[in-house]
């Protein structure tokens, strides 16, 4: 490097504040100029480069005004126009009274140096990032392009440490800290801060550098890069936030969670390994220090249900609701699974909490129900002993006797035993169906004949008050398929319940209608009325609403409830209205009518004219609710099979292959959607019809049964009648090939009534 004074800084003029400008590096000069030249500070600034010239003028006035080292790099124009680059360090000296002398200091002639970077920067200005080089003593001495691009600071003013200027003030100090400390220690560094944007905007930048060796081992400085990662550092800090809310929030909450990795040998799952849980999950399991551990580590005895179940969620990437227990852990737990991740990660986010207890206080719960119905069915059964020659005996007296009084008490006796030999009938009933063992006759029936056997039964209870009773009917038969004992007694019991609960002389009404799909059997009083907070329960079995006075008439509570399961067995419903208490009541039977007798064809005249019935395969976990639908289907003509899971379902359809599915959605091992996806990519006829039957019915279910192929989505509960409805809708469709792709499920699913 060549170190020489330049001229307008070791000019002696006495108007010159560099006169006596001096260092150990570069002689004293008393001037260098031309013999008749007078050395000014006007010809300093003249000889400075035209964009170089304000900004050393105001780095001057700051050096005189602040008395802190002048410290820069300008370029000079000589008289034959010569381009020099300067670099000037010095500290102003003042007189006696403090006034400004003159500088002391070296200017450095980097020219050479200077264009040797410049061969470079065709390389540099191409990079991506900020290139930037610095000398032995950490002086920056090379800035590319991309710096002045970016930040709108030119070269010459981020030579030196004017790159700190454009480092945002806060991270100012620390940044020049951490690049001298790595200058002094000559290693490698790597900082980020914020450097300011040429729009004005602050943007987070990694600037990273690595020392320069000589030949000879010396050491010459850093090489380096700034690299924008604002987008990258905004994206993580808001991530890094996520994070936090989500292990807070995870933290906060009473459930057990975890993250688990499935474990895979041989395609089939054969572990899961811990990889997060929360702070909740050892209290909820027991189970101490699991992450990185597998389930077969913790619990060498763990049942393969769990490591196959979360392998299904893992694998089929559908979320899973269940309960089920462990022997092996000694808990039942409440699971919630879902997929996470990406699907080769094979991740499954579990929240669960341990219902040991309850499930313990829901099977003492069904054990003393069990022993309630043994205990009612017992209790019945003993009762009807004495009531034999009970009855008998008042027979015997009404048929010996000619005196009236002893008549009247015969009667009496006889009418009482009667009405409790009914009493005992209800509770035998009761316990069969609590039990599932009332099993229904089922046969073609007209609902008239139904009507008028249980008026001739209710004869005695309405003649006992005086009760004025109309029956309105209509003259077509009305068809159903039913057990005309049980639907006798559902109508006899409404009767005598209208009777006991209306005060003397006060009318009942009997009412038969059509509304088709179904049949309605209204029943009508003027009696006492229910209070509107009381008829969500009139059919809960041993209630009894209204006063004390009200109760007085007698009955066990257990009329109601049989009317309601009775109806529900028949595939119907039961509904009470009433406007208050003293203002009557209105209960409605609704059941489903019998499907219209089929007319011969062309082809079937002369012979019996029979339909091949279709085949329907009903599945659903919860085995009451299926074999009760099933038998509901088989009364109105269908060929019905179960299945009580997904997995049991998608066999039973591919062996079957039956004309419908109807598929429950929460179930075990694999739920309704994956079944759905499953019967349709192996079924033969891509016409079966699969609707989906749920206690889900959001916008968003109806959506994903539709995207997994079904044809409808109804919500429970609902009448049988409009799932056959629905069904021979879709069978039409399909006959009459009125649509060319699959239905799209209905906006509105069915609603209970």
């Not at 070791?10 to 570069?26: I, L, N, Q, V, Y």
């Not at 309850?358 to 069990?370: G, I």
């Not at 009807?384 to 005996?393: D, K, M, Y």
């Not at 109105?636 to 591919?654: K, P, R, S």
Request: glycine fraction near 10%; hydrophobic fraction near 40%; include cysteine.
């Amino acid at each position: 490097m060549q170190l020489s004074a330049h001229p307008a800084w070791a000019c002696g003029s006495t108007r010159c504040p560099w006169a006596s400008w001096s260092g150990t590096r570069t002689p004293r000069r008393t001037s260098t100029c031309r013999p008749e030249a007078t050395p000014t500070i006007d010809l300093f600034y003249e000889r400075l480069h035209a964009e170089d010239r304000e900004r050393v003028s105001r780095a001057v006035d700051e050096a005189i005004a602040s008395n802190l080292p002048f410290d820069q790099v300008y370029r000079t124009v000589g008289p034959g126009g010569a381009l020099k680059w300067i670099h000037a360090m010095g500290r102003v000296l003042r007189g006696d009274k403090g006034e400004p002398r003159q500088f002391d200091g070296i200017t450095l002639d980097i020219t050479d140096r200077v264009q040797a970077q410049q061969r470079v920067r065709g390389f540099a200005d191409a990079a991506p990032a900020m290139l930037w080089v610095t000398e032995a003593d950490g002086f920056c001495s090379f800035l590319s392009r991309g710096w002045t691009s970016f930040t709108g600071q030119s070269e010459t003013a981020g030579l030196g440490y004017g790159w700190l200027e454009m480092v945002h003030p806060d991270d100012r100090a620390q940044a020049g800290a951490r690049f001298q400390a790595a200058n002094a220690r000559r290693e490698a560094f790597s900082l980020e801060h914020r450097l300011k944007h040429g729009n004005g905007q602050w943007r987070w930048v990694i600037d990273a550098g690595n020392p320069r060796w000589g030949p000879a081992g010396e050491f010459l400085g850093f090489a380096g890069s700034v690299t924008d990662i604002h987008d990258r550092y905004v994206a993580e800090q808001a991530l890094r936030k996520s994070r936090e809310r989500y292990v807070r929030l995870l933290g906060a909450i009473d459930e057990g969670f975890c993250v688990v990795q499935v474990l895979m040998v041989d395609g089939q799952p054969a572990d899961y390994r811990f990889i997060e849980t929360n702070a909740t999950f050892e209290r909820q399991t027991g189970l101490h220090e699991p992450l990185g551990r597998t389930a077969l580590e913790l619990v060498p005895g763990l049942e393969r249900w769990w490591i196959e179940t979360y392998g299904d969620v893992a694998l089929t990437g559908v979320a899973r609701r269940f309960t089920h227990g462990s022997r092996a852990m000694g808990r039942w737990f409440d699971v919630f699974a879902s997929p996470i991740g990406e699907r080769d990660e094979l991740q499954v986010a579990i929240l669960f909490r341990d219902v040991s207890q309850q499930v313990e206080a829901e099977r003492r719960l069904l054990e003393a129900d069990r022993r309630k119905d043994e205990f009612l069915a017992t209790l019945a059964h003993e009762l009807r002993n004495p009531l034999a020659p009970i009855r008998s005996g008042a027979e015997l007296l009404r048929s010996m006797g000619d005196n009236p009084t002893q008549l009247r008490c015969a009667e009496i006796i006889g009418r009482q035993a009667g009405h409790l030999a009914r009493m005992v009938d209800d509770l035998m009933d009761a316990s069969r169906i609590s039990r599932g063992k009332l099993e229904l006759r089922l046969a073609p029936l007209a609902l008239q004949d139904v009507v008028r056997a249980a008026v001739e039964n209710a004869t005695e209870a309405l003649g006992a008050g005086r009760h004025p009773l109309s029956v309105d009917v209509p003259p077509q038969p009305v068809r159903v398929l039913g057990d005309e004992v049980r639907l006798v007694q559902v109508l006899l019991n409404l009767l005598t319940n209208a009777a006991r609960y209306s005060a003397e002389g006060r009318p009942v009404a009997v009412r038969l209608e059509v509304q088709p799909p179904v049949a309605l059997l209204h029943v009508r009083d003027e009696g006492v009325g229910i209070a509107p907070e009381q008829l969500q329960r009139v059919f809960d079995m041993f209630w009894q609403g209204g006063a004390e006075s009200e109760r007085s008439s007698g009955g066990l509570g257990i009329g109601l409830s049989l009317v309601q399961r009775l109806t529900e067995l028949h595939g119907g419903t039961v509904e009470v209205r009433s406007r208050g208490l003293g203002l009557g009541s209105e209960f409605s039977v609704r059941l489903p009518l019998a499907a219209a007798a089929p007319v011969p064809g062309p082809s079937q005249q002369g012979g019996a004219a029979t339909l091949q019935p279709r085949r329907v395969l009903v599945v659903d976990d919860n085995r009451d609710a299926a074999d009760l639908l099933a038998q509901v289907l088989r009364v109105m003509g269908y060929e019905v099979f179960t299945a009580y899971d997904g997995v049991e379902g998608v066999a039973q359809a591919q062996a079957l292959a039956p004309d419908a599915v109807v598929l429950d959605l929460g179930m075990p091992r694999l739920d309704g959607w994956g079944a759905c996806r499953a019967i349709r990519a192996g079924a033969q006829d891509q016409r079966i019809v699969l609707v989906a039957l749920s206690g889900w019915g959001q916008a968003a279910d109806l959506e994903r049964t539709r995207e997994a192929g079904f044809d409808r989505h109804l919500v429970k509960p609902l009448l049988p009648s409009d799932l056959v409805a629905v069904l021979e809708e879709v069978f039409q469709e399909r006959e009459q090939g009125a649509t060319a792709g699959r239905p799209e499920p209905p906006p509105e699913s069915v609603a209970p009534r």
